[in-house]
């Protein structure tokens, strides 16, 4: 980038310098030569506009958000609606290969998904076959993103159980600032799937801009791609910039009021990439493309608005929603954990998606993403297919004390039992804690106390802004932040779920994941936390598993990429330290770890790629 395009905008060319697109001719693997342009099948009507969605032509800031509600204060919730599932993507298949089997679950469970595609997925414009040998082919963006969106209907057919090629309908809706997105709806019995297109470039108005850089850089502008035989008006011009696209989102979550959000990670880990981890698709220094990071960054933002402007609006009612986030190309980076007939389930549906040349579908721009076709999904040694895992893995609901605790509205809330021994649960009463992620971990203090710890969205700008994560806890009705084992911005961003644990002796220890993979920890004390200390060892995945034995002594265990990993205290009230064990077989799930009634621990966790599951009895 030359320097005359401004401070901001080199510094932005050179954190993304050197990204190839994962979908251009030089790299084959999985969205290798995609093309833009959308396709629908059928006539249109406008929608009513959605609300919330307002945004200039232009913007240079994000739009200031109210102040957020009390967090001592006990906010009122929405009722909970009936279950809706509303995910939001980068690209067409993201879902395919990242969220499936969840997706295929949901409606299988006869819970409405709506599925929000980002990009236009028009890349290069090229769509061709995965194997044999190459032909020219014409590069055409909106015939490539038509191509695509009739793969997803084909997909998403299949899953509804309707032959592939089974009619959709078509309406667009006006999503504010001048914007419209093609909406296509499908409904099998109880199942019933909507395909949203927003089609933002994924590349830009100048060479200078991309999904991340408007995210980061104020100012970045980038066009809507209008998909070859695109209905009136999803196919008239247009331009998205950060705050637009944040107020689209937050305009798409207030007009379907999901009850699960889903989107991809928005904190990749760090990834070397050598000769051994060469960084093909993914964005330099990080497991991930970088689309995916940027989409889910928006999607969490999004989230904030929509929760801040509901706990402040007429209503003053926080939205009763979950989240859940996926990751991307880190499945690559770790033994693979979903068993053959899931993965087989998985591809017959991207098998759909990828389409074939010779297909007859009733879509002028092609029948389906070509690059994806026959048996690409399952050949490439990338083997995204092969895994699902979820961003923030742990306890999304915890029973102590005769109460409930789990994240809703990305706040945390208290539920009371209606009656003892019941197992139903009232309403939730709003804890705050700010934007959570979704996995909680909560102990019991000796004095007969309650700690709760969350993972927390400390800053969350962009636009030039700051980016940060904490580690919050909330205790005699009061938050506050216990940091992060990190001290750099952008590394805090990689921080884990916390897990926590109260010894014998009254101290409680935190445990979490910090961004060299490795697992940190800070420890209660008489009311005083120390310093948070690297417990060293080696590289492990999130979801720690953490236990106490009959001698009172604490064993934390995580999934590393050969074995599983342990750290102990060597005897009651020590520094819990590594202390690996004798040769275990590779895990390819998450480890549980309980104390059995006869002393021993029990160390359980599935082996990779099967649904067989590894058990051990330790006696430590």
């Known amino acids: ?88 993507m980068a690209h067409p298949d993201d879902d395919l290969f990242f969220m499936n089997p969840d997706t295929l679950h949901s409606f299988q469970a006869g819970t409405p998904v709506v599925s929000v595609y980002v990009t236009a997925g028009e890349s290069t414009g090229v769509n061709h076959e995965p194997f044999g040998p190459r032909r020219r082919h014409r590069r055409d963006q909106a015939a490539y993103s038509s191509s695509r969106h009739q793969g997803l209907r084909q997909a998403y057919a299949t899953m509804l159980g309707l032959p592939h090629f089974t009619r959709w309908t078509t309406d667009v809706i006006d ?7 093609e909406v296509d709806e499908l409904r099998h019995g109880a199942m019933h799937a909507r395909l949203v297109f927003l089609q933002v470039s994924m590349h830009e108005l100048s060479s200078s801009a991309s999904l991340p850089m408007m995210w980061e850089v104020p100012g970045t ?98 939205p009763a929603f979950s989240t859940t986030a996926y990751r991307g190309y880190y499945n690559h980076h770790w033994p693979y954990n979903l068993p053959p007939a899931t ?92 934007t959570l992620a979704p996995a909680l971990s909560c102990v019991r203090t000796r004095d007969g106390g309650t700690l709760l710890f969350a993972l927390r969205f400390a800053v969350l700008e962009g636009h030039g802004g700051p980016n940060t994560r904490d580690i919050v806890m909330w205790r005699d009705g009061g938050w506050s932040s216990l940091g992060s084992p990190e001290t750099h911005p952008d590394r805090t961003r990689r921080t884990g779920a916390p897990v926590a644990v109260a010894a014998p002796d009254g101290t409680v220890h935190l445990f979490a994941r910090n961004a060299a993979k490795g697992v940190s920890t800070r420890v209660l004390t008489a009311g005083v936390w120390s310093p948070w200390r690297d417990l060293g060892g080696a590289e492990v995945q999130d979801g720690l598993a953490v236990v106490t034995d009959r001698r009172g002594r604490i064993h ?40 059995t009634p006869s002393g021993p621990l029990s160390l359980r966790y599935t082996l990779p790629a099967t649904p067989r599951v590894f058990h051990q009895s330790l006696a430590l």
């Open 221 to 318: 502008v980038l066009s809507y791609v209008v998909a070859q035989n695109a209905p009136a008006p999803a196919n008239g011009r247009g331009t998205y910039t950060h705050q637009k696209l944040v107020d689209v989102l937050a305009g798409l979550m207030e007009r379907f009021r999901p009850t699960e959000i889903r989107t991809l990670d928005p904190d990749p880990d760090i990834q070397v990439h050598d000769k051994r981890h060469p960084a093909a698709s993914e964005q330099p220094g990080f497991s991930d493309h970088r689309d995916h990071t940027a989409t889910a960054l928006f999607t969490w933002k999004a989230m904030a608005q929509w929760v801040s402007e509901s706990a402040n609006g007429p209503g003053r009612a926080v």
């Open 343 to 434: 993965v087989a389930l998985k591809a017959r549906f991207l098998f759909q998606y990828g389409g074939n040349q010779a297909w007859r579908c009733g879509n002028p721009g092609g029948c389906g993403d070509y690059g994806q076709g026959e048996n690409e999904p399952l050949a490439n040694p990338k083997g995204w297919i092969r895994s699902t895992h979820r961003r923030y893995p742990g306890a999304r609901r915890i029973v102590v004390g005769g109460a409930a605790y789990e994240v809703l509205g990305t706040r945390a809330v208290r539920r009371e039992e209606t009656r003892p021994g019941s197992g139903v649960w009232g309403p939730p009463q709003d804890l705050g804690g700010g």
């Open 1 to 88: 980038m030359s320097a005359e395009e401004g401070g901001n905008l080199i510094a932005a060319k050179r954190l993304l310098a050197g990204v190839k697109d994962h979908h251009s001719p030089d790299h084959p693997s999985r969205r290798s030569l995609l093309t833009a342009a959308v396709a629908t099948a059928g006539a249109t009507a406008a929608a009513a506009a959605l609300s919330g969605c307002t945004s200039q032509a232009q913007d240079t800031a994000p739009r200031r958000l109210p102040a957020p509600a009390d967090p001592l204060a006990t906010q009122p919730y929405r009722p909970q609606g009936d279950p809706l599932v509303l995910q939001v």
């Open 556 to 595: 934390v265990f995580a999934s590393g990429h050969t074995t599983v990993h342990h750290w102990a205290q060597p005897k009651p009230g020590g520094a819990v330290a590594y202390a690996p064990l004798p040769a275990l077989p590779a895990p390819g799930g998450l480890p549980s770890a309980a104390l």
């Open 175 to 181: 999503v504010g600032g001048g914007l419209h997105a």
